[in-house]
């Protein structure tokens, strides 16, 4: 284990927040102009008073239960539900980390809170960096290096079908805490539906023309819309070094694990990594 380093040492200073007077729409437009998957919502004092995330806004256009909100707010009208105030959907942060907190102790917190990345903040909770599991990993990575992607995988694939509604993959997503399903025709897989892919394809399109029914906004589009057919296999007898330089090409968190005879086995992602170094 490396000597104590605080988090604030391995955390990314240039933290991309929205402010808690912006709305849905902004928090919305952010996530999907950076990329990223959790932007923290800070007051006029930089103070982090929520995290809105990509699962929040799946969930309120009608996907799980912050969907509430929309038709408590809005009778279910996805297009208005734009325009409220992105507090009425952000999460209030399950996790804060002061500065002086060791990155070891971040990662713990992490885990224990079941988060992907958590605000690091000053003794007044003003926002200083984000730290993330990409974050934790790069600075600890030797830790695991010997192990192969069979050891940390994770056996057995949920998935959906390409006839299936984005409804049922969004509420499968958020259902089981995932980021990404893989969309299979039997046993062959046909591509990788991601959560930011979801809210990206309904960007593409107009709110105001989708209608709560038989479950929600989702319920009209095929996975086959959303979904990327462009997609990367791994073996499981590579080594986990192997694992974190593809996933750092291609840019993705999760791969399936290709067994025999191009049998899709398992999935492994880079939250399986950070457990392997932090759990192992």
């Given at each position: 284990m490396p000597s104590r380093t605080n988090v604030l040492d391995i955390a990314t200073k240039k933290v991309i927040s929205v402010n808690s007077s912006a709305t849905v729409n902004d928090g919305c437009k952010t996530l999907l102009?950076?990329?990223?998957?959790?932007v923290p919502v800070v007051d006029e004092e930089n103070v982090c008073v929520g995290i809105f995330s990509v699962t929040d806004a799946l969930s309120f256009f009608g996907a799980g239960e912050k969907t509430r909100?929309?038709?408590?707010?809005?009778?279910?009208?996805?297009?208005?539900?734009?325009?409220l105030p992105i507090t009425d959907v952000a999460s209030i942060p399950r996790c804060l980390m002061n500065q002086e907190s060791s990155a070891l102790e971040c990662a713990q917190q992490m885990l224990e809170c079941?988060?992907?990345g958590v605000p690091v903040v000053d003794s007044e909770k003003r926002i200083l960096g984000m730290a993330c599991e990409k974050d934790l990993i790069n600075y600890n990575f030797l830790r695991g290096s010997a192990l192969?992607?069979?050891?940390?995988?994770?056996?057995?694939?949920?998935?959906?079908?390409?006839?299936?509604?984005?409804?049922?993959?969004?509420?499968?997503?958020?259902?089981?805490?995932f980021r990404r399903l893989f969309v299979m025709d039997d046993e062959e897989m046909k591509g990788i539906l991601r959560s930011s892919s979801i809210l990206k394809f309904f960007s593409k399109k107009s709110f105001e023309k989708f209608e709560l029914y038989?479950?929600?906004?989702?319920?009209?589009?095929?996975?086959?819309?959303?979904?990327?057919?462009y997609?990367?296999?791994?073996?499981?007898e590579e080594?986990?070094?192997?694992?974190?330089?593809?996933?750092?090409a291609r840019r993705t968190g999760g791969l399936a694990v290709e067994g025999e005879k191009g049998k899709i086995i398992g999935?492994?992602?880079?939250?399986?990594?950070?457990?392997a170094i932090y759990c192992g």
């Amino acid at each position: 284990m490396p000597s104590r380093t605080n988090v604030l040492d391995i955390a990314t200073k240039k933290v991309i927040s929205v402010n808690s007077s912006a709305t849905v729409n902004d928090g919305c437009k952010t996530l999907l102009t950076h990329g990223i998957r959790r932007v923290p919502v800070v007051d006029e004092e930089n103070v982090c008073v929520g995290i809105f995330s990509v699962t929040d806004a799946l969930s309120f256009f009608g996907a799980g239960e912050k969907t509430r909100t929309l038709v408590e707010k809005c009778n279910g009208e996805p297009f208005k539900g734009l325009s409220l105030p992105i507090t009425d959907v952000a999460s209030i942060p399950r996790c804060l980390m002061n500065q002086e907190s060791s990155a070891l102790e971040c990662a713990q917190q992490m885990l224990e809170c079941h988060v992907g990345g958590v605000p690091v903040v000053d003794s007044e909770k003003r926002i200083l960096g984000m730290a993330c599991e990409k974050d934790l990993i790069n600075y600890n990575f030797l830790r695991g290096s010997a192990l192969k992607i069979k050891d940390i995988m994770s056996r057995g694939v949920v998935s959906a079908r390409l006839i299936d509604s984005l409804d049922f993959a969004t509420k499968s997503l958020i259902k089981n805490h995932f980021r990404r399903l893989f969309v299979m025709d039997d046993e062959e897989m046909k591509g990788i539906l991601r959560s930011s892919s979801i809210l990206k394809f309904f960007s593409k399109k107009s709110f105001e023309k989708f209608e709560l029914y038989g479950g929600g906004a989702f319920a009209k589009f095929p996975v086959s819309d959303a979904m990327s057919d462009y997609f990367y296999t791994v073996h499981p007898e590579e080594s986990i070094l192997d694992l974190a330089e593809i996933m750092e090409a291609r840019r993705t968190g999760g791969l399936a694990v290709e067994g025999e005879k191009g049998k899709i086995i398992g999935v492994v992602t880079e939250h399986d990594i950070f457990q392997a170094i932090y759990c192992g």
